[in-house]
Nanobody, 125 residues
Framework: QVALVESGGGLVQAGDSLRLSCAAS????????MGWFRQTRGKERECVAT????????YYAESVKGRFTISRDNAKNTVYLQMNSLKPQDTAVYYC??????????????????WGQGTQVTVSS
């Protein structure tokens, strides 16, 4: 049984930083791509960052490029999203997602089979 558990969300002010964590269980984590998505009410879930199963150059949405960093610790089965210089428009529920074996990780939610429960990030101005 695959499980993804996010943590690290909260309420911060514009310009602050947060680090989200996502602990995975039930898979050989290192062979799967991981992604971070976010969603606000009434909008579709959007891809924030993805990382290939073997590492390599991550993908970042233009809106977060230069401010967010995705990383993974395969020994801990954990993926992280470091978010710096947060803006009010970053306010959303953030989800981590586990992709498919040996794939690079896509930008669509349909490319991922397992999801965490989500963690709320709220950035005040």
């Amino acid at each position: 049984q695959v499980a993804l558990v996010e943590s690290g969300g909260g309420l911060v002010q514009a310009g602050d930083s947060l680090r989200l964590s996502c602990a995975a269980s039930g898979r050989t984590f290192s062979s799967y791509p991981m992604g971070w998505f976010r969603q606000t009410r009434g909008k579709e879930r959007e891809c924030v960052a993805t990382m290939h199963w073997s590492g390599g150059i991550p993908y970042y949405a233009e809106s977060v490029k230069g401010r967010f960093t995705i990383s993974r610790d395969n020994a801990k089965n954990t993926v992280y999203l470091q978010m710096n210089s947060l803006k009010p428009q970053d306010t959303a529920v953030y989800y981590c997602a586990l992709g498919r074996l040996y794939e690079s990780g896509g930008l669509s939610p349909a490319d991922y089979d397992y999801w965490g429960q989500g963690t709320q990030v709220t950035v005040s101005s």
